[in-house]
């Protein structure tokens, strides 16, 4: 089925002021979720709502925080979401960096205790729109979830990485993937009907790859999923080379940010991000760098697509996955929509009211 985003949003928004979100926060929560549908990453979408409504009730997400600046040094600042809302401590410490950057021309923030951020790339693209080059780190400390390249056991998380340039007169560059080979929310599509997973994304206690959600969820009997269920684990990207990216993010953005790792120990689980912002005219003369740029990126477009393949640049598959979903509404699988309707029900909403 195609829902209306304006609705989706709309509704999304209404379940957290019901839940106890004030007006602003709600409506982030609602703008943020729905706008990964619309980029085609459902897995950091809407999917998530019944997620963060238990994680809210359970006190492990606070309504309404206030992220604190811990260290302000200048061109580096260390934030402290103090457990709340990723769609609200992620604009705060981008527009800090932002801010910082424009000032200093490069700028570091660490953030921790932050609720889950949701898709990574949005902040990347939120720095590109102010001019800035942005790099960042994400983990999930207290989520094992992924295991190490030659093993069998978990970890890790799946510890994005986003990175944005931004080209003047074109559409930036935003790269933006979990280090696991594929995330836990696509392992939570496909057990709801949507996307199969590829083959040998996961892997069982005994060693053998699977594409089966089971592995990750354990019987798929009802709605609900916990990835705490199941035998068996994600696989890192690229063998042993998402498999040392994903063991730097915990380092970066996990121990260096005071955040905590995914290691033993770890009770609550929150992400970690730290991030480096870069303004292309410290580095040289903006029309010089722009030029360049533009003129490799004409170079690496024009390579000969492989047989049944084409030459995509970074951000380009998202923003026309936007454009399709905004015109015709974002697609939802069956059991997925019936969990958001069932989200509003205790507050009278009714979600097919917002999304006819």
Known sequence: MRIDAAGLTAYVRDIFVREGCSEAEAGRIGQFLVAANLTGHDSHGVIRVPRYV????????????TPAVLVDGGAFA??????????????????????????????????RHAGHL?????????????????VHFVNVAGSLLVAPFGSVDRRFSTNPIAAAFPVPGRDPIVLDFATSAVAEGKVLVASQGGKPLPEGVLIEPDGRLSADP?????????????????????????????????LMCELLAGALTGSGTAGPGQRRVCNGML????????????????????????FFASAQ????????????PERRMKAERL????????PVWETLLAAGRPHGLDGQAYCA
């Open 54 to 65: 238990a994680w809210l009730r359970a006190g492990e997400l606070v309504a309404d925080q």
């Open 78 to 111: 260390l934030v402290d979401a103090r457990y709340g809302f990723g769609q609200t401590a992620g604009p705060f410490a981008t527009d800090l960096g932002i801010a910082k950057a424009q000032e200093h021309g490069v700028s570091v923030v660490a953030l």
């Open 118 to 134: 949701g898709r990574i790339g949005e902040w990347a693209e939120r720095a590109a729109a102010a001019g800035l080059v942005s």
């Open 214 to 246: 089971a592995t990750l969820f354990g019987p798929l009997d009802g709605p609900e999923r916990d990835n705490q269920k199941g035998a068996g684990a994600i696989r890192a990207f690229g063998e042993h080379k998402g498999s040392g990216l994903s």
């Open 275 to 298: 991030s480096l912002y870069m303004t292309p005219k410290a580095f040289g003369s903006d029309d010089a760098i722009a030029a360049e740029a533009r003129s490799y990126l004409d």
């Open 305 to 316: 697509p492989a047989p049944g393949g084409a030459v995509l640049l970074p951000g380009e």
């Open 327 to 334: 015109a015709e509404g974002v697609p939802l699988p069956a």
